[in-house]
């Protein structure tokens, strides 16, 4: 029944890369519509069967002395759960990208750039071995790239491409060095095999967590994930949601047996989650680029997703990818909505009271809102309270529960602060923009994934625990905590909403350490290049080049050449007591270094 299962996804994704093909924009979305169904409906069979995963072997590539690549499919609940999870969403966001691209003249490149960066996140779930996991992660890079400057035309829309590329290089550096430790010991490059590594090296374990660090935007390498809002909207919904963002959270899901028998990686993993969460959440309050504000929250729910993986949780960080993904990306196309209606004005700041005239936007990122901060019986609480909870439970983390306590206080903040910017109060927009929500484009695939972000947590754990046995007793008043802080941001933030909008009310102060990220991109894209440059100009060009070098040996020779002619011509006095002490001098001083 599971091979079966497996040979049936196999097929939907063979089945999307032939849609590729076709001329028509709209056959990408019907094939991954069609592949979504059957994909859920294989999750239902897979959820009855006793097996809990299957390796298929599909295909030799090559076989280089005792390495033999091959093609290898690994099929258990985690392929399940996401290629149901992946192309749902996917379908929503091209069927979105129907309306929101129908101007561009490129809209069918466009749908199939979203179709292939789609195809490479489901290979790189899917790969059995590491070089398969690797083709996938530079193709969803390229893809990223590829979709970020789509309209090249604009300087910052190539500018944020590059830089995705550059820190997701630097991550990359980490994958690659991991398929290089298993080269020189002799190491198979699949899942299996290493799982049963008798010793694991902190250098394989250390080179995933670079790599999900720069492919999940970690603190450190982060500073890629909101410039990449340069893009278009399909393509935030999409990158943010279920593809390249997840992928490095999926290679420490695959990796946590192996980093749960590292008291120092798992700490270390744990600590990077925890900051980057509390980091990106303090970053995103002061934001009022509506697409940035959503961006950063993105980043303070990876970092939740990596501190769940370093506690021990990794099946509670895969279910928060899956819950994240249908209320992140209704949250992109909701931004995307106001934005195209509002003739590209992104700043929140001149929106306002928009409710009245997109009512079913409106309804769903308030949703989407709900579900991000973890309202109860929504999908983001069936996922975000449960890692608490077993952040509450672990032994090795007594300040963790505080800093994760506080971001998420944050992430109510900065939820209602959108919510309330956007949608509610009085209107600060021209009154003849334009909005209009008749196109079945624009409101269906929002009410999809509104749906699935008020029905799929209730589903999910309904269907799951039975199966796993997802049990977390805690005392009533630590269950509730997380909600008791929730609560206590959105208050905060309704006081903070009433303070602003009179009009002695005091500035924000946009130069602060929070507005301008902490400075970081700053330091590195400005500081940096330039001390850089310095030194290459006065160590490398005036130091070594024009001084030492130059005055050394050309002008150097020509300049002491007079002087040394002069010394020789005088010692020359053709005087026999001068050659006797040059010789004696010569004598006594061969005599003193034989001597020592």
Request: proline fraction near 3%; include cysteine; charge should be neutral.
């Amino acid at each position: 029944m599971l091979q079966m299962c497996g040979g049936m996804s196999m097929l939907c994704l063979l089945l999307l890369a032939v849609a590729l093909f076709n001329r028509r924009k709209e056959a990408i979305a019907e094939a991954i519509k069609l592949g979504a169904y059957v994909n859920v409906a294989l999750l239902s069979v897979f959820l009855f069967t006793d097996e809990s995963e299957l390796v298929m072997v599909k295909w030799e590539w090559l076989n280089l002395g005792g390495y033999s690549l091959t093609f290898s499919y690994r099929y258990d609940v985690y392929t399940c759960c996401f290629f149901a999870v992946g192309m749902y969403v996917t379908w929503n966001i091209l069927v979105f990208s129907l309306y929101y691209m129908s101007s561009d003249p490129g809209a069918k490149l466009f749908c199939k750039y979203l179709g292939m960066f789609l195809i490479a996140m489901l290979v790189l779930v899917s790969a059995e071995t590491l070089f398969q996991l690797l083709v996938g992660w530079e193709g969803v890079g390229v893809m990223s790239y590829l979709l970020i400057s789509w309209w090249y035309a604009r300087s910052d829309a190539n500018t944020a491409a590059l830089q995705a590329i550059f820190y997701n290089r630097i991550g990359d550096m980490g994958l690659i060095g991991m398929l290089l430790w298993c080269f020189v010991n002799n190491q198979e490059w699949t899942f299996s095999s290493v799982y049963v590594m008798s010793n694991v090296s902190l250098i394989f374990l250390f080179g995933g967590v670079l790599a999900a660090m720069g492919k999940s935007a970690q603190l450190g390498l982060h500073p890629w994930l909101p410039a990449a809002m340069e893009g278009p909207t399909p393509v935030s919904s999409l990158l943010h949601s279920s593809t390249m963002v997840v992928a490095g959270v999926f290679l420490l899901i695959r990796l946590s047996p192996l980093i749960l028998t590292s008291g120092l990686v798992q700490m270390s993993v744990f600590v990077l989650g925890s900051l980057t969460t509390l980091f990106s959440a303090l970053c995103a309050l002061t934001q009022n680029d509506m697409k940035k504000v959503v961006a950063y929250s993105t980043a303070s729910q990876l970092g939740l997703m990596v501190t769940a993986v370093g506690v021990g949780m990794p099946q509670l960080a895969f279910l928060h990818i899956c819950m994240h993904a249908f209320f992140k990306a209704m949250l992109f196309m909701c931004s995307g909505g106001y934005i195209h209606g509002l003739q590209n004005e992104q700043d929140v700041r001149k929106m306002g009271g928009l409710s009245g005239a997109t009512p079913v936007t409106s309804v769903c990122l308030f949703v989407g809102s709900a579900a991000l901060v973890g309202t109860p019986f929504l999908a983001g609480f069936f996922s975000k309270d449960p890692i608490i909870e077993a952040i509450n439970m672990s032994n090795a983390n007594s300040w963790g529960v505080g800093l994760l306590l506080v971001a998420t206080s944050f992430t109510a903040v900065y939820s209602f602060r959108l919510f309330y910017y956007g949608a509610m109060g009085h209107p600060r927009v021209t009154p003849f923009q334009p909005l209009n929500e008749s196109y079945k484009f624009l409101v269906n695939p929002l009410q999809r994934l509104g749906y699935a972000s008020i029905l799929g947590g209730v589903v999910f754990v309904a269907v799951l625990t039975p199966k796993y046995n997802i049990v977390l007793s805690l005392p009533v008043s630590l269950k509730l905590m997380a909600v008791a802080v929730t609560l206590l941001g959105a208050l905060l933030a309704w006081d903070v909403m009433k303070l602003l909008h009179k009009e002695d009310s005091a500035d924000l102060g946009y130069t602060s350490f929070i507005s301008q990220v902490g400075y970081y991109p700053s330091i590195m894209h400005k500081v940096f290049p330039w001390l850089w440059l310095h030194m290459g100009e006065k160590l490398q060009l005036q130091g070594l080049d024009r001084g030492w070098t130059e005055l050394g040996l050309p002008q150097g020779v020509g300049a002491n050449s007079g002087l040394l002619s002069n010394y020789v011509v005088q010692t020359q006095t053709s005087l026999v007591k001068m050659y006797l002490a040059s010789m004696l001098l010569a004598f006594f001083a061969a005599m003193i270094m034989i001597s020592f």
